[in-house]
């Protein structure tokens, strides 16, 4: 009742909603906190200065964790120092909220953050890590990591641009992903092979036929084999360099 007394007030009211807001969450009684925290989905989307919120005294830890993926999900920048300290928190769950909430806000300069986290991390924070890289939107991201992937001296992170390469399907990536598919790392050879058979096309086929000579491991064998059915049929007869393999 007290919950719907403070949101009719914000909603009612002369005051500023977001001045109300934030007394409120400063002179609550604990066991209301956590229901005012949700409270800041009434706010206006416009709103986009979350990180006042995260810096009032007396906010739990657990109640910012709620509201960083709140305020995220509006694409509000403001709270990202905020989000990057969560990043070390001993608590699982709210490292886990700090990973969703930069994968929803993060620029390019935050792809390095992320693709440390994808090969450091395990588990829900490592999928989470991966799906920020995966799915945020820009041609300068895309730009970015095929510039890391081609010049990435740390193997577990390579690893983690060649497999964004894939899942982001940048079809530019061609070349680099032949130059890392001939690395000294079988890990970072393997994730290229997969990630050719995406983004390959039948120009490429010529180049797979010479790695598949080149290797004589069975498990890299397999994955080059299946890169090149992949290539091949996804162009299909009408190419003299597919024909025969699709045949």
Same mark, same amino acid.
């Given at each position: 009742?007290?919950?719907?007394?403070?949101?009719?007030?914000?909603?009612?009211?002369?005051?500023?909603?977001?001045?109300?807001?934030?007394?409120?969450?400063?002179?609550?009684?604990?066991?209301?906190?956590?229901?005012?925290?949700?409270?800041?989905?009434?706010?206006?989307?416009?709103?986009?200065?979350?990180?006042?919120?995260?810096?009032?005294?007396?906010?739990?830890?657990?109640?910012?964790?709620?509201?960083?993926?709140?305020?995220?999900?509006?694409?509000?920048?403001?709270?990202?120092?905020?989000?990057?300290?969560?990043?070390?928190?001993?608590?699982?769950?709210? +490292?886990?909220?700090?990973?969703?909430? #930069?994968? &929803?806000? %993060? /620029?390019? *300069?935050?792809?390095?953050? $992320?693709? =440390?986290?994808?090969?450091?991390?395990?588990?829900?924070?490592?999928?989470?890590?991966?799906?920020?890289?995966?799915?945020?939107?820009? +041609?300068?991201?895309?730009?970015?990591? #095929?510039? &890391?992937? %081609? /010049?990435? *001296?740390?193997?577990?992170? $390579?690893? =983690?641009?060649?497999?964004?390469?894939?899942?982001?399907?940048?079809?530019?990536?061609?070349?680099?992903?032949?130059?890392?598919?001939?690395?000294?790392?079988?890990?970072?050879? #393997?994730?290229?092979?997969?990630?050719?058979?995406?983004?390959?096309?039948?120009?490429?086929?010529?180049?797979?036929?010479?790695?598949?000579?080149?290797?004589?491991?069975?498990?890299?064998?397999?994955?080059?084999?299946?890169?090149?059915?992949?290539?091949?049929?996804?162009?299909?007869?009408?190419?003299?360099?597919?024909?025969?393999?699709?045949?």
């Amino acid at each position: 009742i007290a919950l719907a007394a403070i949101k009719g007030k914000m909603n009612t009211t002369s005051g500023n909603e977001v001045d109300i807001l934030k007394e409120e969450l400063v002179n609550a009684p604990v066991q209301f906190k956590p229901g005012l925290g949700d409270l800041v989905r009434a706010l206006p989307e416009s709103y986009l200065k979350g990180r006042e919120f995260l810096q009032l005294p007396g906010i739990p830890d657990n109640e910012k964790a709620r509201m960083m993926v709140i305020f995220s999900e509006r694409n509000d920048k403001s709270i990202l120092d905020e989000v990057v300290q969560f990043l070390e928190h001993d608590e699982p769950q709210y +490292r886990e909220s700090a990973i969703s909430s #930069l994968s &929803k806000i %993060a /620029g390019v *300069e935050y792809i390095p953050l $992320l693709a =440390e986290l994808a090969s450091t991390r395990s588990g829900k924070e490592q999928e989470l890590a991966r799906e920020g890289i995966y799915r945020l939107p820009g +041609r300068d991201i895309d730009s970015f990591i #095929l510039q &890391k992937a %081609a /010049g990435s *001296e740390n193997e577990s992170v $390579l690893v =983690e641009y060649i497999k964004a390469i894939g899942e982001r399907i940048i079809s530019s990536a061609g070349q680099v992903l032949i130059r890392t598919a001939n690395h000294e790392n079988q890990n970072v050879r #393997l994730e290229s092979y997969r990630s050719l058979a995406n983004v390959g096309t039948s120009d490429h086929l010529g180049e797979f036929i010479n790695l598949l000579l080149k290797t004589g491991n069975s498990r890299e064998r397999q994955e080059l084999e299946r890169a090149v059915i992949f290539v091949a049929t996804k162009e299909g007869t009408e190419k003299l360099s597919t024909h025969e393999i699709v045949a």
